[in-house]
């Protein structure tokens, strides 16, 4: 989730050893606000994935967005002041014949696939941004990773409360892009990760080339060129 402002100026816990050490990257302890100059681009991109395409021209004015992820520790701020409750905290809407796991309080976890299994995201019971697996985690020591198990409707809030907006796709795709081609995956010329993703053969085995085998904290990679 990020953060806009109009202005002037899943977890896995099946994952493998491959990565022998988790990098000790603290992130970044003060997420800040950055501002985007307006400009045109090409949103889209002409891919095998139909909802990216067709590429098409696009202007967007300049605005605000937080240079990382919106963390834990920001998001455990908002729920305090405010009382907020995330929807995977509520209870969920009355499916016709869904499993009973599913009429209680949870959300979405990844998984790798297994045989008698081959979904890789299921169902958990009490995962929420506080829980991020499941009733038995907790995000102690976290204070810096990205919140996760939150919905459009509690990003939303989130972004009121912080008297700012959910960027546009527009907005997203122009900072994220920095004013640079599209690429296959976030790597630098010599291959290295530039970014937190799953390496290796999805959704099977994570090799964690990033140095991550889980969410990293938000800036433990370098800046794009418009600091995000």
């Not at 050490?21 to 949103?43: D, H, N, R, Y």
Request: net charge negative; with cysteine.
């Amino acid at each position: 989730m990020l953060v806009t402002a109009c202005g002037s100026g899943g977890a896995d816990t099946d994952r493998t050893d491959a990565a022998q050490t988790q990098s000790q990257c603290a992130g970044l302890a003060k997420p800040e606000m950055v501002w985007i100059a307006g400009g045109t681009f090409l949103l889209g991109d002409e891919a095998a994935l139909p909802e990216e395409g067709p590429a098409r021209e696009v202007t967007v004015d300049g605005f605000w967005i937080s240079n990382t992820e919106v963390t834990n520790a920001q998001f455990a701020q908002f729920v305090a002041e405010t009382g907020y409750k995330t929807e995977a905290e509520l209870p969920p809407p009355a499916l016709p014949n869904s499993p009973p796991e599913m009429q209680q309080p949870g959300s979405a976890v990844f998984h790798r696939p297994s045989v008698d299994n081959s979904n890789w995201w299921r169902w958990k019971v009490g995962a929420n941004w506080r829980r991020p697996t499941g009733a038995d985690s907790d995000i102690k020591g976290r204070d810096n990773d990205p919140v996760v198990h939150v919905t459009y409707n509690d990003a939303r809030a989130y972004a009121e409360w912080a008297g700012g907006t959910l960027p546009s796709e527009e907005q997203w795709e122009y900072a994220a892009r920095a004013a640079q081609a599209t690429m296959p995956e976030p790597v630098t010329p010599d291959g290295s990760a530039t970014a937190n993703y799953y390496q290796g053969v999805f959704p099977f085995q994570d090799s964690g080339d990033d140095g991550f085998l889980s969410r990293a904290p938000v800036g433990c990679f370098a800046p794009n060129a418009y600091g995000l």
